[in-house]
Structures are given as structure tokens and as C-alpha cells.
């Protein structure tokens, strides 16, 4: 592994349906994100970790839930998902949170809620 | 509120430069970065500028304007792999990045 994988690539899933995005990192980075992006608007902050075990909500954290139970993994869990939910997901890390250290993003996962 | 705008579509010849620009509005501000993304691909880093001024790197260049809260990615030698979307994000207090819809750049020969 070199930077940061994402799986699945892409995801098709009926609505209701839970659905785990994983995430994981070998940059031995303290700081993961995940961002969504929709066509015609910025990425948005889902969820946050700055360090293992401990997580914070960002902008767009409804209907979304994340854990951080070491340094390399960050998965995204959608309990219930809808429709609305369908985007590109991406994971990023960066060294540090909560200062200027620059992200570094994974492949993406594109995800479509029917 | 906070807010990021840059323009929607761009679109350059081959070999010409290019100048992209970002205005912000942010709650406090730690910083502004730039980052590429190739259709279909992950965003990549480009730059950060936090002091005024132009900052170069080979082919690219990016100055900041606190004053104005003003930014811009300047391309020069455009080259066919340069088409891309290009988005501006700024830092704020929170040193949560706030990000522009990006800027679809379209290089033509």
C-alpha cells in the first residue's frame, strides 16, 4: 500500500441500505477526513479524526457515522441511505489536524443511492 | 457566512498562460491551497500561500491578497495534461478547508 486506498471504487445501493466505505492510510498521518463531492459544489466536510479515537462532525454529517479505532483506518458508515446520499466519497490525511499540514486525498468512491 | 468563488469553465490554447482566480470569505483565515483534480481522479496539491505575495513552482504560480481576500493559479506553458479542474480552498479559524466549486479548465491545441 503506498498513500491512501478506498474501497469500493464504486457502489450501487438501494435505499435503506447499510453501507460502509473503507479507508485506510500507511503515511502514519494523525489527521483523516472524509469529503463529499457533487457536481457544482465544493467538497464538503463529512466527519473528521485528529487523532485515533477521537472524531468530530464537520459541515454535512447527517445520516453519516465514522469510527477511528487505530491510525490507518477511517471507515464511513451510512446507516440508512437515501437517495440525497449519492456522490463521490472521498478519505483524505494529512500529517497533523487542526493546522496548515496539507491533505492528501484517496482514490474516491462513487457511490449511487437508488 | 463563508464562501469560495472561482469561475465555472476556462479555456486556454496549448503553450498560452493562464490566470485563475479565487476570491474567499472565510470565518478567520489560515491559509489558501490550490489543488488539481484530473476528471475522475483525486484532488491533488498544488500550492499554499498564507503571506501576500507570488509564490512560483516550475510552471505554476500562485499569489495571495489578504487584503482583497484574493487569490489566483497562474499556469504558464500550458501543456494538453493541464486540462483539469483546479479548486481553491481556503483555511479558516478552525483550520477546516472550505472549497470553491473548482474551475474546469479546458486546453486546447
Known amino acids: 500500500i503506498a498513500g491512501i486506498t478506498q474501497a469500493p471504487t464504486s457502489q450501487i445501493l438501494a435505499a435503506g441500505r447499510r453501507m460502509t466505505l473503507r479507508c485506510t492510510q500507511d503515511m502514519r498521518h494523525n489527521a483523516m477526513y472524509w469529503y463529499r463531492q457533487d457536481l457544482g459544489l465544493g467538497l464538503r466536510l463529512i466527519h473528521y479524526s485528529n487523532t485515533a479515537g477521537t472524531t468530530g462532525k464537520g459541515e454535512v454529517p447527517d445520516g453519516y457515522s465514522v469510527s477511528r479505532a487505530n491510525t490507518d483506518d477511517f471507515p464511513l458508515t451510512l446507516a440508512s441511505a437515501v437517495p440525497s446520499q449519492t456522490s463521490v466519497y472521498f478519505c483524505?490525511?494529512?500529517?497533523?489536524?487542526?493546522?496548515?499540514?496539507?491533505?492528501?486525498f484517496g482514490p474516491g468512491t462513487r457511490l449511487t443511492v437508488l | 457566512g463563508q464562501n469560495i468563488d472561482q469561475p465555472t469553465e476556462m479555456t486556454a490554447t496549448e503553450g498560452a498562460i493562464v490566470q485563475i482566480n479565487c476570491t474567499y470569505q472565510t470565518s478567520g483565515f489560515n491559509g489558501l491551497f490550490w489543488y488539481q483534480q484530473h476528471a475522475g481522479e483525486a484532488p491533488t496539491f498544488l500550492s499554499y500561500n498564507v503571506l501576500d505575495g507570488l509564490e512560483e513552482k516550475g510552471r505554476f504560480s500562485s499569489f495571495l491578497s489578504r487584503s482583497k481576500g484574493y487569490s489566483y493559479l497562474l499556469l504558464k506553458e500550458l501543456q494538453m495534461k493541464d486540462s483539469a479542474s483546479y479548486l481553491c480552498?481556503?483555511?479558516?479559524?478552525?483550520?477546516?478547508?472550505?472549497w470553491g466549486a473548482g474551475t474546469k479548465l479546458i486546453i486546447k491545441p
Open positions: 480552498a481556503g483555511l479558516d479559524s478552525n483550520y477546516q478547508l472550505i
Open positions: 483524505a490525511s494529512s500529517l497533523e489536524g487542526g493546522n496548515t499540514d496539507t491533505q492528501y
